[in-house]
Every structure is written in C-alpha cells, then in structure tokens.
C-alpha cells in the first residue's frame, strides 16, 4: 500500500510554500502520496474549523499515513489526532517549529493564539497513534522558544532536533528545502 504524507501549513502559510513544494517534489520520487490542503482561512486559524479539514482530508488513516506540520499545523495535527478512535494507529509525524506558547506576538496575534495555548491537549491520546514523532526547531526562531523543545520531549517522547539559524522555518526567513525533516520521515518505518 502506497505511504501518504499530510504536509499542513502554517497560519498565515499555504501549500505552495517554498519548504512544502520541496518536500512534496522529494516524497513524490520516492514513491509517496503526498497531500498539501489549503487550511480555512490561514490568517486568523481556527481549532475547529482547522480539525474539521483534516477529519474531511484523510480518509482511513492507519500506519501509512503520515504527518508532517509546519508551526500551527503541528497543534492541528495533534487536535486531530486526539479526535480519532482509540486503535487507530499512524507512522509517524514530523512537526516543524512546534509550539506550545510563543513569544513576540502583537496584540492581535495573542487573541488569534489563546484558543490554540489555552485549549488542553491529551498527550497520551497522541502517544497512542504513534511512538514516532520527531520535533525540529530552530535556534533563533523569534516565535517559538526553545523551552517548547523540553514539552514536547516530555509530553510526547519526541526526538528533539535543534537547526542552526532557521528562524521560524518560512520563506521569508530564506528556507526553501528543509532535508532534515525529510530525512526524518524517511527514517519512519513501519514496526
């Protein structure tokens, strides 16, 4: 059965992304079924509205499914996870500048944020779909802090990897490709 791979962009992003088209161009040689959806209204990102995208996009989800989220799309990811069934099982997930709280938002941002900070996420849930999950940052992303990496290593055994002046990972911030998530999710293997 053919592996399918879920990139979900950002707030504010879009599948035609630099990084995502990358991603999608390297998955596709090797055989991969890749899907970018364009998520509901990406400048002011809801949970439900964002949950209910991924519930309409991935039909059967099992252990070829995979995930990859770029920074909002990894707490879509995660809020979607916790909506399946119990015995459901994925992969894995490759989450790119993750968050749990953030830094340097203006006034507007922090309201878009609080329903993402503020709702709770059942960690164990998560857990359950999969034991592979893979958390990168970068040192010198002026929105997500390093003190997220100790979370999500705690909170869901991920493997922590920590880039060089990545800023958030985006296209503004000159990041076009991204291999070390690729190499991640190829290293995913079914158990």
């Known amino acids: ?16 992304e630099p990084m995502h088209s990358w991603l999608k161009q390297e998955l596709e040689k090797r055989e991969y079924e890749i899907i970018i959806p364009k998520m509901p209204n990406p400048e002011e990102p809801k949970i ?31 809020r979607y996870l916790e909506s399946l069934s119990y015995n459901i099982k994925i992969g894995g997930i490759v989450f790119i500048a993750p968050w749990f709280n953030l830094t340097n938002l203006n006034n507007e941002e922090e309201l878009i944020t609080k329903q993402w900070i503020e709702t709770p996420i059942d960690f164990d849930k998560i857990k359950l779909h999969t034991k592979k999950i893979v958390a990168i940052f970068s040192d010198n992303d002026k929105f997500v802090p390093l003190s997220n990496k100790e979370i999500f290593k705690d909170k869901l055994m991920a493997n922590i990897i920590v880039e060089h002046e990545k800023g958030h990972f985006t296209e503004e911030g000159g990041i076009v490709s991204n291999p070390t998530a690729l190499n991640e999710l190829l290293k995913m293997r079914i158990d």
Not at 1 to 16: C, F, L
Not at 56 to 74: A, Q, R
């Open 48 to 78: 439900k509205s964002w949950v209910e995208k991924l519930n309409e996009i991935v039909k059967n989800p099992d252990n070829n499914s995979y995930f990859i989220g770029h920074s909002i799309g990894c707490q879509t990811i995660m």
């Open 1 to 16: 059965m053919k592996k399918k791979v879920y990139i979900i962009h950002g707030w504010g992003g879009s599948p035609k």
